[in-house]
C-alpha cells in the first residue's frame, strides 16, 4: 500500500526528443506527488510536483500530468537536453511530509 | 540560497567503529528526515523529526542506529557497531509542514 512504483528503471533519448517516466501507487490517500531530479554526489532536487484535484502541472519543458482514477501520474520533458541527464525520483506524500520514493529512473540524453 | 549542510562528506572506517553523521537543517525548517540510499534498495527512509521530536524511526536497525537532534541546528545520525553492509549514501533533508523537503549532498559511507 506504500509503494511507489516507478518505471523505466533506464531512458535513453535523442537530444530534442521528449523524456517520460510513468509511476503509479496504490494508497488513495496520498496528497502530494513531487518529482525529483538528482545529478551524481548530489541530493535530491525537487523539481515539479502536484497534488491529486489537478490533472496536470507544466513548468518550463517539465510536465506533470495525474490520473487519479488510474492512480498513476508522470513526468514529461519536452525538448530533452544532455543537461537533463539525472536520475528522476517519484514520490507521494501523506502528509506533506512523509515521502515514499519510487526506485528511480536513470536518464540519458545524448548529444 | 538556504542549503542543508552534512558532514562529513565520504567516511571510510572498518567494521565495528562507530560512525557519526551530521546535519544543519535550513534555518527555520522544523523537519528533518534522514534517507539512505543505495543501488539495491534505493531513497529508505530511515527517520523523521518534527520540531527535534522523533516520529518515525522505524526504518532504523535499533540495535545499532541512533538519530537525535541536540537543538534545532543540528541533527545526528550514528551507527554503532558499524557493519560493511551499512556501507551507502546517508542524506538528510529538512522542510515545512505541508511543504517539499531540501535533501543535503550526503554523506558518502564505507564500512570495510
Known amino acids: 500500500q506504500q509503494q511507489v512504483k516507478q518505471s523505466p528503471q533506464s531512458l535513453i533519448v535523442q537530444k530534442g526528443g521528449i523524456s517520460i517516466i510513468n509511476c503509479a501507487y496504490e494508497?488513495?490517500?496520498?496528497?502530494?506527488f513531487p518529482w525529483y531530479q538528482q545529478f551524481p554526489g548530489k541530493g535530491p532536487a525537487l523539481l515539479i510536483a502536484?497534488?491529486?484535484?489537478?490533472s496536470e502541472k507544466k513548468e518550463g519543458r517539465f510536465t506533470i500530468s495525474f490520473n487519479k482514477s488510474a492512480k498513476q501520474f508522470s513526468l514529461h520533458i519536452m525538448d530533452s537536453q544532455p543537461g537533463d541527464s539525472a536520475t528522476y525520483f517519484c514520490?507521494?506524500?501523506?502528509?506533506?511530509?512523509?515521502?515514499?520514493f519510487g526506485p528511480g529512473t536513470r536518464l540519458s540524453v545524448l548529444p | 540560497d538556504a542549503r542543508v549542510t552534512q558532514t562529513p562528506r565520504h567516511k571510510v572506517t572498518e567494521m565495528g567503529q562507530e560512525v557519526t553523521m551530521r546535519c544543519q537543517p535550513i534555518?527555520?525548517?522544523?523537519?528533518v528526515f534522514w534517507y539512505r540510499q543505495t543501488m539495491m534498495q534505493g531513497l529508505e527512509l530511515l527517520a523523521y523529526f518534527r520540531n527535534r521530536a522523533p516520529l518515525d524511526d522505524s526504518g532504523m536497525p535499533k540495535d545499532r542506529f541512533s538519530a537525535e537532534m541536540p537543538d534545532a541546528t543540528l541533527a545526528t545520525l550514528k551507527i554503532q557497531p558499524s557493519e560493511p553492509r551499512d556501507s551507502a549514501v546517508y542524506f538528510c533533508a529538512s522542510g515545512l509542514v505541508h511543504r517539499p523537503q531540501h535533501f543535503g549532498d550526503g554523506t558518502r559511507l564505507s564500512i570495510l
Open positions: 502536484i497534488r491529486p484535484d489537478v
Open positions: 494508497n488513495t490517500a496520498f496528497d502530494y
Open positions: 534555518l527555520g525548517h522544523n523537519t
Open positions: 514520490a507521494a506524500s501523506l502528509d506533506g511530509q512523509n515521502f515514499v
